[in-house]
Every structure is written in C-alpha cells, then in structure tokens.
C-alpha cells in the first residue's frame, strides 16, 4: 500500500526536527571557538596590560581573524541548514502521489471527496492536491 498522508507528515515533521537539532548543535560547535577567543583575549589582557593600547588592539585583532575560520566552518552549515531545513524536508520525505489510498486509482485537484473508481472516501488534504499540483 502507499504510505498515508499521517505518516509522511509526521515523518516530514521528525526530519524538520532532526535538521534543527543538527543546526543548533553546529552552532554550539561554532560557539566554542569564540569562547576559547573570549577567553584567550581576556586572559591576554589581564597578563599584559602593561602594553600600549594600540598593540593590544591589534593582538584582538589577530585573535578574532585566527579563529574566525573555526567558528565559521560550523556558522555557515548551520545557517544554511536553518534557511533551508523545510525545503530538505520536504526534499526528504515527499507527500505521497495523488492516488486513492484503497485502489491506486489518480486523483485529480478538486475531485469529490469519494474515489470515482471504488467509491471509498478520500483524505481532504489528498483532494485538494490533486494531481495538477
Ligand atoms: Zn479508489
């Protein structure tokens, strides 16, 4: 039998979830280099502030450039994968095709609600898409 409307939805939903979760874990990833800079630039700070103030902005400097690469080698995917985690879930799991789930027979938009071919009725939600969509 085809898979039911519940069931890919559901399956579409625990993907969306999946990605999600995958995304803030990238983030947290990408967090961990800025708090080792956060740290490396407050601990420099403290240990040296006898320096002049323009070299010890320039050190920042060159801190936050070395560890941008590290941060942003998981910011970016997660980025991505949060614009486009619907799209990958739906890519993932597609809605079953427009057929009656009893015979298989094709449903087109804006059918009756019952399968011209065996007469059993037919999801709304199968209905309203048809075939043409
Ligand atoms: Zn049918």
């Known amino acids: 039998m085809y898979p039911s409307l519940e ?5 579409r939903y625990l993907v ?4 999600r979760c995958g995304a803030l874990a990238l983030f947290i990833m990408g967090a961990i280099p800025l708090l080792q ?5 407050i601990s ?6 006898i320096q002049m103030g323009i070299q010890r902005r ?11 690469p590290a941060t942003l080698q998981y910011i970016v995917p997660a980025v991505v994968l949060l614009m486009f985690h619907d799209r990958m879930a739906r890519w993932i799991a597609p809605l079953p095709r427009p057929r ?3 015979c298989g027979y094709w449903i087109r ?9 065996c007469g ?5 939600a199968l209905v309203e898409r048809g075939e043409d969509k």
């Open 44 to 49: 420099d700070n403290t240990s040296s502030r």
């Open 7 to 11: 069931y890919v939805l559901t399956k």
């Open 120 to 124: 059993s009725a037919l999801p709304k």
């Open 16 to 19: 969306g979830v999946f990605l």
């Open 100 to 102: 009656c789930p009893e």
């Open 37 to 41: 800079m956060a740290v490396q630039i």
């Open 109 to 117: 938009a804006g059918a009756s609600p019952k399968c011209p071919e």
């Open 58 to 68: 320039l050190t920042t400097l060159e801190l936050m450039l070395a560890y941008l």
